[in-house]
């Protein structure tokens, strides 16, 4: 069948459709058979790009420990904050950049670009003598960090059943732990060997060539085949998504994703990439997708977790530890467990659910942090007498920071990344770049004051100001994130035509639940 065949067959389909919008939903019903292991190997591959940005993201943590005089000087707190944050601005441009050739060349593209990039970035980082050499380095590791982390939860969205999509998304979330928690082990494994930190910044390369090397077979997302006009393709991978679905759900499968694509195509039929972006601020829906979206997202990066990951070993040698690489690792492989907690409780209790048991408690550790902190006599450049004893506050920080790491990322740091469901096909490209952006945004600030901050406001400020966040952060979630699990993405639309859809979802959700349960009897029945 030529492209111009398919076009004009499934634009009648779509016109037959618009008039019968139930019998468009009746045509997912495949979603209701069981699913193979495909998909889940599919997301299992795209998933280590997440451990390109877990892997940075620890790793720096130790290199800025052990990297000494070997850039020509010994690295001030402002230099420690710029190869730090230079990374994340290197992510914004990025995403900016997946975002903006995600729906022109596909998926898959935007993730091979990232995993070339942040080898390039790795080898630039390992072979720096310089300061300057350094920050180039952390620049293109971030350009194939940001590059990787808009586009692996987008592609994995896209190829996973609704019943089992948070779980798919979230093991993006536990890569990216899971790549924290092994620079933090390399960190340590490397940290008396000499010019060790080169090891630490170099190994980054190896998931990116893991990646690269099986991401051949994997496909590119059906969604993506039929907006390019390859219904066959599309049609082999549903089938291989849903091994236990009939020809005849596959061929309604393929019909029900036609009719969005093609409304997403006519809706940007002839229009620039600026005109699309317009729509995610001109139209209402769009604008509060984006706004809850990439709201959660701020929260989740400016609550102060990423100051902890950054600088977690400066801040355990500041309350008096003395091997601060080790007790970090503590905090890695709390972040890495309680991810592994959400990845199986996110589809089973819902989103919002979760984060409305879980942001509270991040605010509370942070303010009891921030109370330990003034019992610690720091001074205003962030050293301490090594004659005082800590005792007790240094013990209390750690305990502190396990709690907030534990409901983080059982929380809001990965039911952030999945907010990429929100948003309608015509702008979610656009729309999951501006929530990157938001992300690597919010990193720049983060990266870039921490230490400033700590300076200047004291521990106890910085800590308590990050409080404030969380607790404000938890108020916003309330009123203006609505509970999608189990929703298919073209029926999540519909959720913000109705305000920001709190309300309407949860009527959704009723449905939903009463739809499994008559199903479920109707299937007792016939036994």
């Known amino acids: 069948m030529s492209t111009d065949d398919f076009d004009a ?5 779509v016109d037959h459709a618009v008039s019968s919008p139930t019998a468009i939903d009746e045509l997912d019903g495949i979603e209701k058979t069981k699913t193979g292991k495909y998909a889940w190997l599919v997301s299992i591959t795209a998933a280590i790009g997440g451990m390109l940005f877990g892997y940075d993201t620890g790793i720096i943590a130790a ?18 904050e710029l190869i730090t944050s230079i990374t994340s601005g290197g992510a914004f441009i990025g995403a900016v950049f997946a975002g903006a050739t995600a729906d022109r060349y596909g998926r898959k ?5 990232g995993c070339v990039l942040f080898i390039a970035g790795a080898i630039l980082q390992a072979a720096s003598f310089s300061m300057a050499q350094m920050t180039v380095g952390r620049l293109v590791v971030g350009l194939g960090v940001g590059s990787a982390a808009m586009i692996v939860p987008l592609y994995i969205a896209e190829v996973s059943p609704a019943k089992y999509r948070g779980r798919m998304i979230g ?18 494994g490397f940290a008396r060997v000499t010019g ?3 090891y630490m910044v170099g190994g980054g390369a190896i998931p990116a060539i893991v990646l690269i090397a099986l991401l051949p077979f994997c496909p590119e997302s059906p969604r993506q085949l039929i907006l390019h006009g390859n219904p066959e393709e599309a049609k082999r991978v549903v089938r291989l998504i849903y091994p236990n679905g009939t020809d005849e759900d596959v061929d309604n499968k393929i019909q029900h994703i036609t009719f969005h694509v093609e409304q997403a195509k006519q809706t940007n039929a002839g229009k620039s990439q600026w005109w699309v972006l317009k729509q995610l601020y001109v139209i209402p829906a769009n604008l509060r997708a984006l706004f809850s979206a990439c709201g959660l997202m701020a929260v989740s990066q400016l609550c102060g977790f990423n100051s902890l990951m950054y600088y977690s070993p400066l801040i355990f040698s500041l309350v008096g530890f003395s091997d601060p690489v080790a007790v970090g690792t503590i905090i890695a492989a709390t972040n890495f ?11 089973r209790i819902g989103r919002r659910r979760i984060l409305l048991c879980t942001v509270q408690f991040m605010g509370f550790f942070l303010i009891v942090a921030a109370v330990a902190f003034k019992y610690i006599p720091v001074n205003h450049d962030l050293s301490i007498d090594t004659k005082v004893e800590i005792g007790w506050p240094a013990n209390l920080v750690l305990a502190c920071m396990v709690f907030f790491v534990a409901f983080y990322s059982s929380g809001i740091g990965n039911t952030a990344w999945l907010s990429s469901e929100l948003f309608p096909m015509e702008v979610r490209s656009m729309g999951t770049m501006m929530m990157t952006m938001t992300c690597w945004g919010a990193n720049i600030i983060v990266a870039s004051t921490f230490l400033t901050q700590m300076e200047n406001t004291t521990p106890s400020g910085a800590f308590g100001f990050y409080a404030g966040i969380c607790l404000a952060g938890y108020i916003c979630i309330y009123f203006c994130y ?46």
Do not use: C
């Not at 067959?9 to 389909?13: M, P």
């Open 337 to 347: 467990v309680f991810t592994f907690i959400n990845l199986i409780l996110v589809d």
């Open 196 to 198: 060790g930190w080169r």
């Open 109 to 113: 593209i935007a993730i091979y670009v």
């Open 482 to 527: 609505p509970e999608v699990a189990g929703m298919t993405l073209e029926d999540i639309r519909e959720i913000f035509s109705h305000g920001f859809g709190v309300k309407r979802a949860r009527e959704i959700q009723k449905e939903l639940k009463a739809s499994r349960k008559a199903a479920n009897a109707s299937s007792m029945a016939e036994v």
């Open 9 to 13: 067959q499934h634009l009648e389909a």
């Open 63 to 80: 290199v800025l420990l052990y990297i000494n005089q070997d850039l020509g000087h010994t690295i001030n707190s402002q230099e420690k």
């Open 171 to 188: 093991l993006d979330n536990m890569s990216i732990t899971g790549g924290q928690l092994i620079s933090y082990g390399v960190g340590a």
